[in-house]
């Protein structure tokens, strides 16, 4: 199959905004906005927590200790720059404390160490709650969607699971899926830790309050959005994208940049009725990509890029692209969101006073690729 240039791709989603970082630069604690005060005061913290803290300080004092942070699978980390501004701003004695770390973006291996934390135990036994749960959903996310954009490469994936979780995790998320390489975000919000902009299709809302006229709905996001603006339109609202892709095409031109399939999965597309037969017909299948190029390529609109989504996910990527399939760009939603005990973080004491004092079954493990936080 010919190289349809998914390279141009990155160019179409990705906006000029985007300030590229390096992983190993760490972001400001002022990014995170955290509610410092309620943080000190337990709220969000286990309360078995809370009452260590307040009876080490109710009694004879603080013993030193260190404590370590460890996944028990392998990942691409995330969260580690979230999780040192909560010890940072969180804690009442943040210059009693070292802080070793691995770098956001670094990958691990299970039961390597990604942070150590050395001072009095008062001083942030509150705060593990928080900087696991942090890690842990991070972690998740990263990795998840590290998976998906490896079996695209070197095709996009565009992140989209905003609505299948609660808008408050938007921001941290979106960077983790940065930081997996992903090719655009679908809201500003999980773009501000990185300098850029959400993107999006014209979506089906906007085509069901135009009376369900998918090229009616395309024109006037056309003639109303910046020519700067890639359009790209779903085209399964009738369930046939075959005859409303090449409708829009025909209506657009050389303004529309691409279509997105969307098929859910209880149907099956008006253009493959016809031909089932040795694969599964429903959603978004192959045969139903290749219906749609063929059908572009045919009518002189080679030009159009295909976007596939709906329960897409790194396995079903790896299908599609073992058939060499069309596709420019894969949606990705729930399956980057999902919970996942393998990414669930750990912290044990295991020096107290410099000497031994892990449970049984744990150990220090020093890690010599962590770095000293400032």
Request: glycine letters at 10%; proline letters at 5%; charged letters at 25%.
């Amino acid at each position: 199959m010919r190289d349809r240039g998914c390279g141009h791709l990155r160019t179409l989603f990705r906006p000029a905004t985007i300030r590229e970082m390096s992983s190993k630069e760490r972001l400001d604690p002022a990014v995170f906005d955290l509610p410092v005060e309620r943080i000190r005061s337990g709220y969000f913290s286990d309360k078995y927590f809370v009452r260590t803290r307040d009876v080490l300080r109710a009694g004879t004092g603080s013993p030193l200790v260190l404590m370590q942070v460890f996944c028990k699978g392998a990942g691409l980390l995330s969260g580690v720059d979230e999780a040192i501004a909560v010890l940072k701003l969180g804690s009442d004695a943040w210059p009693a404390l070292r802080v070793r770390a691995l770098h956001d973006g670094d990958t691990f291996e299970p039961h390597e160490t990604v942070m150590t934390i050395e001072g009095p135990y008062d001083a942030f036994a509150n705060l593990e709650t928080l900087y696991l749960g942090i890690l842990a959903r991070r972690t998740r996310i990263a990795t998840n969607t590290r998976r998906a954009v490896e079996a695209a490469r070197p095709k996009d994936v565009l992140y989209f699971p905003a609505r299948h979780d609660h808008w408050s995790v938007q921001a941290g998320d979106g960077y983790a899926a940065h930081l997996a390489g992903v090719g655009a975000v679908s809201t500003d919000a999980q773009a501000a830790w990185w300098g850029g902009l959400g993107v999006g299709t014209v979506p089906h809302a906007a085509i069901a309050v135009h009376g369900g006229d998918t090229v009616l709905a395309a024109r006037m996001f056309a003639e109303r959005l910046p020519e700067s603006v890639p359009l790209v339109v779903l085209v399964d609202f009738e369930n046939d994208c075959v005859g409303t892709s090449l409708a829009v095409a025909r209506a657009l031109g050389k303004r529309l940049h691409g279509v997105r399939l969307d098929t859910a999965g209880d149907l099956v597309d008006k253009s493959v009725v016809g031909n089932i037969g040795g694969f599964g017909p429903h959603g978004v299948n192959p045969q139903l990509v290749l219906n749609v190029r063929h059908a572009l390529d045919e009518a002189g609109f080679e030009a159009v890029r295909i976007v596939v989504s709906g329960g897409f996910d790194h396995e079903k990527i790896r299908r599609f692209e073992a058939l060499d399939l069309p596709v420019d760009a894969y949606g990705v939603g729930s399956s980057l969101v999902g919970n996942d005990s393998r990414f669930d973080f750990t912290a044990d004491i295991v020096l107290l006073e410099g000497k031994p004092a892990a449970k049984v079954g744990r150990r220090f493990r020093p890690n010599p690729r962590l770095t000293e936080v400032a």
